[in-house]
């Protein structure tokens, strides 16, 4: 029987991916318009990819890991991530929903999908790095208990 791609663990792994990112992306915004400070801009610009290939990586690490997998993750995420988005744009920041249906917001969610990827492909092991993995630390466990 063939595992699903989409599962419980799938969807807390993005409840907190989405959590993360967007708690700590509206504090980023609202501290780059309080001080305009170039330091914010930075943050903003480098922080949710580095949550999303975060997320990805330990998500993956026991997950299975493969091409299907990986771009169902990817654009699934990205895609609840941007509905979610879209639906906390007017409690959170005042603004229509239908303001975020534009190009300069899109483009930066989709982008996205690259972080998930290469954050899927870097908890990728293959089953020869498994052996050596499981191999060294036997040999370090017996070491460890002939003295």
Do not use: C
């Not at 599962?7 to 780059?32: A, E, H």
């Not at 169902?72 to 906390?88: K, M, P, S």
């Amino acid at each position: 029987m063939e595992e699903k791609y989409i599962t419980k663990r799938w969807f807390i792994y993005f409840l907190l991916y989405f959590l993360v990112s967007y708690v700590g992306m509206t504090f980023l915004i609202t501290g780059f318009q309080i001080t305009e400070s170039g330091i914010f801009f930075v943050a903003i610009k480098i922080f949710h990819p580095i949550v999303a290939l975060a997320a990805a990586y330990l998500y993956f690490r026991k997950a299975r890991s493969d091409w299907p997998a990986r771009f169902v993750t990817a654009i699934g995420w990205t895609a609840i991530y941007y509905v979610l988005v879209l639906a906390l744009l007017e409690p959170v920041w005042g603004i229509a929903w239908i303001q975020g249906v534009a190009w300069d917001m899109i483009i930066p969610h989709w982008l996205y999908i690259i972080g998930i990827i290469v954050g899927a492909t870097a908890a990728h092991r293959s089953d020869d790095e498994i052996a050596q993995i499981v191999k060294a630390r036997l040999e370090l466990k017996e070491d460890i208990l002939k003295k």
